[in-house]
């Protein structure tokens, strides 16, 4: 089958869209699929073109057999307004459709979302090419960025539900990284087909697996990993280390960039307990995974995020670390269920300074934890297994 997937982000960029797209396109290779991929020119999280790109208006890739990678222009900047985040989207709504008529026609077009530009840009290319169109729901949006503050204008806001329900009705099918999506999706007009496609991790993710169960190191690490944005809620994190500040054998380490980085330095900036580091290529983030000692999944205190499951947290389990969880909902049912990690109220410092002393203390409940995570991924999030549900609602369809 050719399979035409159009995603905003793509490796070598980091963060959960690009890691998902990047893993699940392996994993459609394995099946004996062809896989296009139309993406940006790789800039994002740190808003600067990759170095070994920057001399190139576009590229064509063939990296592996049956994987082809388009990577089109886009409007670069740090993102810092809502208008500097439209033209970003934008910018990559119109080069995407361009370099699509350079393509052969596929037999079914995915395209992934947020941003939902992405979205009607797949809905247009699969017009052009008379193919299906298949919708990958990470997030969903416009909701996420009215609660952030990121949409405000009323026009705008009408706009984007509007599209939001028109492309829910034009999908073939949705898939959703959260199952609390389809509760939501089931709303609208159509009732459209809706498929669980959890996050998860890879084979290749999963054989860097650590065997060793703690750092080695002087200090008991707590790591951050991944967007320092607006939906995070960082300042609590850097309110416990505050709180902590005395306990000299607690270190804590945030790797990532994102809008709020700087203004996170700053808060940290009195601190010596807190190193910040910037987003690094996988190989080099398992190794940041491996030497922790407890991760922290933290979001703002919002009820937008109950059914949110970062992606972050399936990677933490795999690599056999425990979890200090700052999301109500979905996220802290999957924890407390399999007793993978701890929950805290988000937004409660105090709580999560003690929650973080309590779990340095007790090493036998943080290796309990940590080898529950790892069995729970290998039986119910390995991403070889998740695709397999894209892969027979192709074949369905087509």
Not at 13 to 25: K, L, Q
Not at 258 to 285: T, Y
């Amino acid at each position: 089958m050719r399979i035409l997937i159009v995603s905003q982000y793509f490796p070598p960029e980091t963060g959960a869209a690009a890691s998902r797209i990047g893993d699940f396109s392996k994993e459609l290779i394995q099946l004996g699929h062809q896989v296009t991929i139309i993406t940006e020119k790789p800039n994002y999280p740190i808003g600067k073109v990759y170095p070994e790109y920057k001399e190139k208006w576009t590229t064509v890739e063939t990296p592996e057999e049956n994987l082809k990678i388009y990577r089109t222009w886009v409007w670069i900047s740090s993102r810092n307004n809502f208008f500097q985040r439209i033209g970003f989207y934008l910018s990559f709504f119109f080069a995407s459709i361009i370099k699509s008529f350079k393509i052969s026609s596929p037999d079914v077009v995915i395209c992934t979302s947020p941003p939902l530009f992405v979205g009607a840009a797949g809905w247009i290319i699969s017009k052009i090419h008379s193919t299906p169109f298949v919708l990958d729901i990470r997030d969903l949006w416009p909701e996420s960025a009215i609660k952030l503050g990121e949409l405000k204008n009323r026009i705008l806001i009408r706009l984007s539900f509007w599209l939001e329900r028109y492309l829910y009705r034009k999908s073939a099918f949705i898939t959703v990284a959260v199952p609390g999506f389809c509760e939501v999706i089931h709303r609208s007009e159509n009732h459209p087909v809706c498929i669980e496609l959890p996050n998860g991790v890879s084979e290749e993710f999963l054989s860097q697996s650590c065997t060793q169960q703690s750092s080695g190191s002087e200090h008991f690490t707590v790591l951050y990993s991944g967007n320092m944005g607006l939906a995070q809620g960082l300042e609590t994190l850097i309110e416990a280390a505050d709180i902590l500040q005395d306990k000299k054998d607690i270190q804590f380490r945030l790797v990532g960039d994102g809008v709020e980085k700087a203004k996170l330095m700053s808060l940290a900036s009195s601190l010596n307990n807190i190193d910040f580091e910037a987003s690094c290529p996988r190989k080099q983030l398992v190794r940041r995974i491996l030497a922790a000692d407890l991760c922290v999944v933290p979001l703002r205190d919002d009820p937008l995020f109950m059914r949110a499951l970062p992606s972050k947290m399936f990677e933490y389990m795999a690599l056999g670390r425990p979890m200090v969880v700052t999301i109500d909902g979905e996220a802290r049912k999957l924890i407390e269920t399999n007793d993978t990690g701890v929950y805290v109220p988000p937004g409660d410092a105090r709580e999560l300074a003690n929650t973080i002393l309590q779990l340095k203390n007790d090493q036998v409940k943080l290796q309990y934890l940590g080898q529950n995570g790892t069995e729970l991924v290998r039986k119910q999030y390995m991403k070889k297994d998740i695709i397999k549900n894209l892969d027979n609602a192709l074949r369905d369809l087509l």
